[in-house]
């Protein structure tokens, strides 16, 4: 009976490890068409698929680091040197939610009815696209002054 109840403990304590780990990995959706519910500048579509060449090989996301290319290249930061954010605005609904936009890395800045300045985590990006209630998406555009 011992045996049966520490055998039973040992394949649950596996089971729920197990769940644990696979909940951690950020599936890999640079690969992925974007939505077309939603409208995205020029700067955006560039990043989107510098990405997912990028990823192409990577089943998660958990531990990529954009290279530094693209870090210069659409100016995004690196926070605490591990996460990658790029900054943007979002065009908004009344159905958008920011604080389920929140709960995955990102911060959301009210600039008006309409519009919301955000910082996400690079990864996070193909959530951020399945939020409901965004009409568009904007990175700025990096400004260069000669001399």
């Not at 599936?27 to 409208?39: A, G, H, V």
């Not at 990028?54 to 531990?63: C, I, N």
């Not at 065009?91 to 309409?114: H, M, N, P, W, Y």
């Amino acid at each position: 009976m011992k045996l049966l109840y520490k055998l039973t403990v040992c394949i649950l304590g596996i089971a729920v490890l197990s769940g644990c780990a696979a909940t951690k990995a950020i599936p890999n959706k640079f690969s992925e068409k974007l939505p077309e519910t939603i409208t995205y500048s020029v700067m955006f579509e560039s990043l989107w698929y510098e990405l997912g060449q990028e990823t192409a090989g990577l089943k998660s996301l958990s531990r990529y680091q954009p290279s530094d290319k693209i870090v210069k290249q659409y100016n995004l930061q690196r926070q605490e040197d591990k996460i990658v954010t790029v900054s943007g605005y979002l065009r908004k609904t009344s159905a958008f939610d920011a604080t389920a936009v929140g709960l995955f890395g990102c911060q959301i800045t009210e600039l008006s009815d309409e519009i919301v300045s955000f910082t996400c985590p690079v990864v996070r990006l193909p959530e951020l696209l399945k939020a409901e209630g965004i009409t568009g998406i904007e990175l700025p555009t990096r400004i260069i002054i000669r001399r």
